[in-house]
């Protein structure tokens, strides 16, 4: 079983920045890849950015790339989103996931974190 915890989130005016961390932890937890993705209300939930855990390829959202960066600590295993020149559309829950997969699909996910409210206004 693997847990993540998520932290970091908040309130932030457009233009304004934060960081999410995403904290792993059990003795299974190998994963392939990990994830961001954010739901806002009434929305389904969406892919934000990914990064392979070995090598640290990423790949982004196009609503986000050049603005967020995700990274990763292995020797930590913390999961990071670097979220820069907000927007208020990007308010919503964000979640970190973890899989043996590196896709934008949320199915392809095994484990979820229980998410960290971000709210961005003008």
């Known amino acids: 079983q693997v847990l993540l915890v998520e932290s970091g989130g908040g309130l932030v005016q457009a233009g304004g920045s934060l960081r999410l961390s995403c904290a792993a932890s059990g003795r299974t937890f190998s994963p392939w890849a990990m994830g961001w993705f954010r739901q806002a209300p009434g929305e389904e939930r969406e892919f934000v950015a990914a990064i392979v855990w070995i090598d640290g390829a990423t790949t982004y959202a196009d609503s986000v790339n050049g603005r967020f960066t995700i990274s990763r600590d292995k020797a930590k295993a913390t999961l990071f989103l670097q979220m820069n020149s907000l927007k208020p559309e990007d308010t919503a829950v964000y979640y970190c996931?973890?899989?043996?997969?590196?896709?934008?699909?949320?199915?392809?996910?095994?484990?979820w974190g229980l998410g960290t409210q971000v709210t961005v206004f003008l």
């Open positions: 996931a973890s899989g043996q997969a590196y896709s934008v699909y949320k199915d392809s996910y095994d484990f």
